[in-house]
């Protein structure tokens, strides 16, 4: 079956009548961090938390898309307080100094949730040499846990989620050629095929 994209995908997979089945919780005082919140999957999830009450802190590329979607959520009457942190999760730079930023806006994570993700059909390095499916996926969010973690197991009851996509059934992860130098023309050609599939 050839996988729909955009809005069509989201509400195919994820219509909104599933979100009532999740059950209501009062998150009023409690604090979530999110990246990959403008989009997809992501989108849904700041949209329910929001409803929950919940204090959220955004990540995101572009600010004026981020403050696009906090826009929405305030107009929806949400009474949650929003807050936006400028990062792109391929940067490493950019990911110290968000979890940074993050450490001094907030003195508890009740929730930080890894949502950002991407899904390149070819080879595209980061500013700091890594391949960069390899490091938004990967080494970005596990960079921002590992900064945020002494502040998240200092606040009772919190959770760390991560988020994935089908991208396994897309590439093989090769552990002795992580960054694509020796297979990059080859992975590329095999993920075009199954992105057109």
């Known amino acids: 079956m050839k996988r729909p994209f955009g809005k069509l995908w989201l509400d ?33 999830a700041v949209e329910r938390f929001a409803e929950m009450g919940a204090d959220i802190c955004l990540f995101g590329r572009s600010l004026k898309k981020t403050q696009g979607v906090v826009d929405e959520l305030r107009m929806m009457g949400h009474t949650g307080q929003f807050s936006i942190v400028e990062c792109d999760i391929g940067d ?12 001094v806006q907030y003195r508890k994570i009740d929730i930080l949730i890894n949502c950002a993700g991407i899904n390149l059909p070819e ?5 700091h040499g ?5 490091v938004i996926n990967y080494l970005g969010p596990f960079l921002l846990t590992e900064l945020l973690l002494e502040r998240i197991r200092t606040t009772s009851e919190a959770r760390i989620v ?24 080859q992975c590329s050609r095999h993920m075009l095929r199954q992105s057109c599939a």
């Open 130 to 134: 890594h391949e960069m499916n390899f």
């Open 92 to 103: 490493l730079d950019q990911v110290r100094r968000a979890a940074d930023e993050v450490l």
């Open 162 to 185: 991560h988020l994935t996509s089908a991208t396994q059934k897309v590439a093989k992860l090769r552990f002795d050629d992580l960054h694509f130098e020796r297979n990059a023309g």
């Open 123 to 127: 080879r595209i390095l980061s500013s």
């Open 12 to 44: 195919t997979f994820f219509p909104r009548k599933t979100m009532n089945k999740l059950p209501n919780q009062d998150l009023v005082g409690k604090t979530v961090i999110v990246t990959g919140g403008t989009d997809g999957m992501g989108r849904v």
